[in-house]
């Protein structure tokens, strides 16, 4: 069992180049989360999505955009990387939304550097 | 602005020593809090989840407590192993509408050496 799978682990970019990540799982959960961690921060939520093809902003939503066309992918896009954007991305997946007691299974990570 | 705080940052001990960590939260309304370890390059992985009405719940070496009342919960581990080095995250959910969302502490860096 895969569990959650994030591609690519590691990118470097150029400042204003565009760019995808992604993110599958197999464990047919309704909900979706991509977050960033920074050094010395707590995991920040960037955007989920509750459901096949809804989304919503959390926190630092701002420099991405997101897809959710099919249940098992959750697609995060970067429109014009900047510096500011070098962090480790991780994709999360829970059988229901966080407000519930819903165990969260995380990825592990793709680490972008934009240069 | 809901936050949560962990201390220690990092902490050194001894293999087979027990350690305990801290967090405190100020998220409202509660809903639940967790705990994850999450290893260098890793996500992080669950350890134990407790809502309001349970105050301790373990997980083999690892115990939780959780006192809603000062709004304060603890990791205890006990004989620690390599394998224990890690970083520990106190994670806490409010229990809003369904655009709510966790509220990660910053975790503390556990490092065992033999």
């Known amino acids: 069992n895969a569990g959650v799978t994030q591609t690519p682990k590691f990118q470097v970019l150029k400042t204003g180049q565009s760019m995808t990540l992604q993110c599958a799982q197999d464990m047919n959960h309704n909900s979706m989360y991509w977050y960033r961690q920074d050094p010395g921060m707590g995991l920040r939520l960037i955007y989920y999505?509750?459901?096949?093809?809804?989304?919503d902003k959390g926190e630092v939503p701002d420099g991405y955009n997101v897809s959710r066309l099919k249940k098992q992918n959750f697609l995060l896009g970067l429109e014009s990387a900047a510096p500011s954007q070098t962090s480790v991305y991780f994709c999360?997946?829970?059988?229901?939304?966080?407000?519930?007691?819903?165990?969260?299974?995380f990825g592990q990570g793709t680490r972008l550097t934009v240069v | 602005k809901n936050q949560v705080e962990q201390s220690p940052q990092s902490l050194i001990i001894l293999e087979g020593k027990n350690c305990t960590l801290q967090c405190n939260y100020t998220v409202s309304p509660f809903s639940n809090l967790r705990w994850y370890k999450q290893d260098t390059g890793r996500g992080p992985v669950s350890l134990t989840i407790?809502?309001?009405?349970?105050n301790t719940k373990s997980n083999g070496r690892y115990t939780a407590t959780l006192d809603a009342d000062t709004k304060q919960s603890s990791l205890h581990t006990t004989a620690s192993q390599l394998s224990d080095s890690a970083s520990y995250i106190c994670v806490v959910s409010a229990g809003l509408n369904a655009g709510n969302m966790l509220t990660f502490g910053g975790g503390t860096r556990l490092m065992v050496k033999p």
């Open positions: 407790m809502t309001f009405s349970e």
């Open positions: 999360a997946s829970s059988p229901l939304l966080n407000t519930r007691v819903s165990e969260a299974f």
């Open positions: 999505s509750a459901s096949e093809g809804t989304t």
